[in-house]
């Protein structure tokens, strides 16, 4: 079962910072994840939430500001103030963490609550400046936002992420189209996932922190997991497991 660092390496350093990426590419695992939102300027920043307020000393929404606006900003102080003075990063920035890595980037586009005008089109437009095509999966809650990416770039991975389940599940991800599967772990032991996997579906899950529910996934076939702790998950599930 492979291993994906959540919005970097999240549960020792500051979610979605060039601090919390440094550290996510230091790790052998799998993969990282994170979250891609639209500036007023247009220009791609990694961040959690719609609004700056959770993860940092600042307010507003992402949207309505500009990038040097949101770089007036500290984004660490509200996680340790031994973390004070990280930034908010541009997807550029986080491509250059882990240009000479061999990490899987997870990119979720975070288009499911405002609508970002052609965030597609400027993610594929930076991914094809990196040359990073082979080494990226495209998600989101959003799934017109999967169709208009997948139109874009065909030959990369997508996975459709849910909250709850619905039923034809696996032929709705086809026709979308969607290689994987993105769900809350605790779906994976619902018969509709179970029979997913048994036919070959790749389902990734979660936030999974919990060694004992970890190994209860890797059991139930799942292919990987979003975990905000991957130095506990990789001493638990023990390195053969963890790549391949």
Known sequence: MKLFAHRGFSGKFPENTPLAFHKAAELDVFGVEFDVHLTADRQLVVIH?????????GSG???DMTLDELRQYDYGSWFGEQFAGEIIPTLGEVFAIFKETEHI???????????????????????NAVGLQERIIVSSFNHESIQRFHQLQPMIQTGVLFGSLIVQLESYVKSLPGDALHI????????????????GAIVRTFTVNDETIARQLQTAGVDAIFTDVPDIMLAALGKNHTNH
């Open 184 to 199: 809350p772990y605790y779906h994976t032991f619902r018969g509709i996932i179970k029979e997913a996997i048994s036919n």
């Open 61 to 63: 929404f992402v949207k």
């Open 49 to 57: 939430d719609e609004t700056i307020d959770r993860t940092s000393n």
């Open 105 to 127: 980037l997870n990119i979720e586009i975070k288009s499911d609550i405002f609508e970002y005008e052609g965030i597609e089109n400027l993610i594929s437009e930076e991914i």
